[in-house]
């Protein structure tokens, strides 16, 4: 139980272009999601947190209308990339968290490319 | 800020001896500390977590020690096996709430 997917698992897209990555929670429902952010040889950082039927709540550094977030259901939440840059290329992971606070369960991440 | 462990040091075993992990964290009001593993290109995977109300835990193969005098947390694996080698991080969650701070990471090699 517990497992969360990612879509796409890879994508290379051009300059300023937009890309959406979806996050699912495959068997359990979470009011939760968050969204994190890592570099190569690096830990993960926190992006924002996803809540279901409400604003996402973004970590100060974080441009809110450049990394969109919808959580529309309990399964599922989207980042969408706007007006990509090769600095956006990263390594995105999401979590969802389980029914006890402080579990998540993280998702397989999607390897983002901007050229 | 308060952090966790922020650097990415190399540890490298033999195959069949024991391995330890070390993570400094900084915020005393963290109570509740997990350890994951993550192989490249993929997520990170739950190993074993511990509460700040315990200074020991044992899983398979795994014990966390969690000394909050120095503020210290440790992941020991026993017999290293080769399917060990991957990055380890330490993360924190304060006051039991919903966010995780993730320590810098050690990676972990295993020779034959």
């Known amino acids: 139980g517990a497992v969360v997917s990612q879509h796409p698992s890879r994508v290379i897209c051009k300059s300023g272009t937009s890309v959406k990555i979806e996050c699912r929670s495959l068997d359990f429902q979470a009011t939760t999601m968050f969204w994190y952010r890592q570099f190569p040889k690096q830990s993960l950082m926190l992006m924002a947190t996803s809540n279901e039927g409400s604003k996402a709540t973004y970590e100060q550094g974080v441009e809110k209308d450049k990394f969109l977030i919808n959580h529309a259901s309990l399964t599922l939440s989207t980042l969408t990339v706007t007006s990509a840059h090769p600095e956006d290329s990263s390594f995105y992971i999401c979590?969802?968290?389980?029914?006890?606070?402080?579990?998540?369960?993280f998702g397989p991440g999607t390897r983002l490319t901007v050229t | 800020g308060e952090s966790v462990g922020l650097h990415l040091p190399t540890l490298s075993v033999q195959e069949g001896d024991n391995s330890i992990i070390n993570c400094a964290y900084s915020n005393s009001a963290s109570d509740y500390f997990i350890w994951y593993k993550q192989e490249s290109g993929k997520g990170p995977q739950f190993i074993i977590d511990?509460?700040?109300?315990?200074d020991k835990r044992q899983g398979q193969r795994v014990t966390v020690l969690l000394n909050k005098t120095v503020k210290h947390l440790s992941l020991q694996i026993a017999a290293t096996q080769p399917g060990d080698s991957a990055v380890y991080f330490c993360?924190?969650?304060?006051?039991?709430?919903?966010?995780?701070?993730f320590g810098g990471g050690t990676r972990l090699m295993v020779k034959p």
């Open positions: 511990i509460r700040s109300n315990m």
């Open positions: 993360a924190e969650n304060k006051n039991a709430g919903n966010m995780l701070t």
């Open positions: 979590s969802a968290m389980g029914r006890i606070a402080y579990e998540q369960y």
